[in-house]
């Protein structure tokens, strides 16, 4: 069940200006609260007008349908410690909405080691897909090396994509190979969403393929002497980089709406480096486009 909520045309061209000049969804919701309008509307409004933005849906006109049911529950277990591989990982910090959880003992220091150094010979500047053509291109924002190692690459990739699909709490199978990114100093990535845009061919295959990208794991794989959080921009968290810890984050419900406060930034590194290995799950079995 749904209920219709209608709003004025003020209100539209409103939403759509202050979203244009890059306000927050949150501090929209903000406004519209003390207006007085009742809180899980405005958020409903202000969500399917982000959502419209990112093509994930029509943009609204006068009205939108707001689900009666209450928010889905997260993947991630509930509890303060989670039992995974013959491992207890402690879960350091949590928020509900959006889910984002930090996680200690991930990795031990040997596997971080190697991660680092079967990932070294092979990093290539990082791209990001250009959205007019969907071609990838070096990315002038993240300054970043990366690589991909195949599922179930070597045994040590083949525990590790075991445990850490076992933290989130999905089929092995839905999880894309391994990434490893390397941020030399100075170097940082810029705002942006894990979920697939549906704006370019390459994204929409790849949904058709597999599903929308639903939630990653960033795990930090060295101790980084200055800078190189995690940040959260929507929500105010910033995740340091402690090698072992990860960062978790949801972003795509059962019924593939997005989340836009996953939204999120490699902070720059300000001193030494940093390494981190990121896990991306999706709705489905994984099928590489090659
Ligand atoms: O480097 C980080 O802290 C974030 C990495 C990230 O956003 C990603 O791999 O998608
Ligand atoms: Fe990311």
Redesign the pocket.
């Known amino acids: 069940m749904a209920t219709l909520i209608r709003f004025a045309p003020e209100l539209r061209s409103w939403l759509m200006q202050h979203l244009d000049r890059g306000r927050t969804p949150d501090a929209l919701v903000g406004t519209m609260q003390q207006r007085g309008m009742e809180p899980r509307a405005a958020r409903a409004i202000v969500e399917a007008f982000v959502a419209a933005r990112l093509g994930q849906g029509p943009m609204p006109d006068d009205s939108i349908e707001m689900p009666d049911q209450a928010s889905e529950p997260p993947r991630l277990p509930n509890g303060t410690r989670l039992k995974v591989d013959g491992r207890s990982v402690p879960v350091l910090a949590r928020a509900l909405q959006p889910t984002l959880a930090v996680l200690g003992n991930v990795l031990d220091a040997d596997e971080c080691r190697q991660l680092i150094e079967l990932a070294r010979p092979r990093l290539q500047p990082s791209t990001v897909v250009d959205p007019q053509t969907g071609r990838d291109v070096v990315s002038t924002g993240r300054s970043?090396y990366?690589m991909f190692f195949r599922p179930a690459e070597t045994p040590l990739i083949a525990r590790l994509d075991r445990r850490l699909s076992a933290l989130m709490n999905l089929p092995i199978e839905n999880g894309e190979g391994l990434?490893i990114?390397h941020?030399p100093c100075g170097a940082?990535?810029e705002p942006?969403f894990?979920f697939l845009r549906p704006d370019n061919a390459a994204n929409r295959d790849s949904i058709a393929r597999s599903g929308q990208r639903v939630s990653?794991l960033?795990c930090?794989l060295n101790d980084v002497a200055g800078g190189?959080?995690?940040?959260f921009p929507e929500t105010g968290w910033a995740?340091a980089?402690v090698p072992g810890h990860a960062?978790y984050f949801e972003y795509c419900d059962s019924r593939g709406r997005v989340e836009p406060r996953s939204l999120?930034?490699?902070?720059t590194v300000t001193q030494g480096e940093?390494w981190?290995a990121?896990k991306?799950m999706r709705q489905r079995r994984f099928v590489s486009a090659g």
């Not at 190189?228 to 940040?231: F, K, M, P, V």
Request: zero cysteines.
């Open positions: 970043s990366g990434q990114l941020y940082g990535s942006h894990d990653t960033v930090y190189g959080e995690t940040l995740v980089p960062v999120h930034a490699g902070g940093k981190v990121t991306w």
